[in-house]
């Protein structure tokens, strides 16, 4: 299970509170895995670069078609100006017809608790996955 390891920028900013993302996403087949795992990597690039990021974190599981993420942000608004801001929103955008499932957990943590422990974030995903 190929694992990123929770990165945070040098100069991530200081801040008390911190807004928390993860994601299970699960792709529709093992033919589109490959196209997924490069795209992720373009995308980890950009993330480890936007402003108001904390830390961030990525676990691969190919042979499940599975891709799991957790990331924190000094607020809200700089997760969604990264969601929305190239190459991650076409990158989005391009996946949507190869993707089976996805979750999302957001939730705030004491800045001081970073960084994130991965078996309390997988938890909240399993928890949101089996609540839908």
Not at 31 to 45: C, D, G, M, N, Q
Not at 53 to 79: I, N, Q, Y
């Amino acid at each position: 299970m190929p694992t990123l390891p929770w990165t945070a920028p040098k100069d991530a900013p200081a801040v008390e509170e911190a807004y928390v993302m993860a994601s299970r996403l699960e792709v529709a087949s093992l033919r589109a895995v490959p196209r997924f795992f490069l795209r992720s990597l373009v995308a980890w690039r950009q993330v480890k670069a936007a402003p108001g990021l904390l830390g961030a974190s990525m676990v691969a599981e190919p042979l499940k078609r599975t891709f799991w993420t957790l990331s924190a942000w000094d607020g809200r608004s700089s997760l969604y100006e990264y969601a929305r801001t190239e190459p991650h929103a076409g990158i989005m955008r391009g996946l949507r017809p190869v993707m089976r499932r996805t979750t999302f957990v957001t939730w705030t943590v004491p800045a001081g608790e970073l960084p994130l422990d991965w078996a309390a974030a997988r938890a909240r995903l399993l928890e949101e996955l089996a609540a839908a």
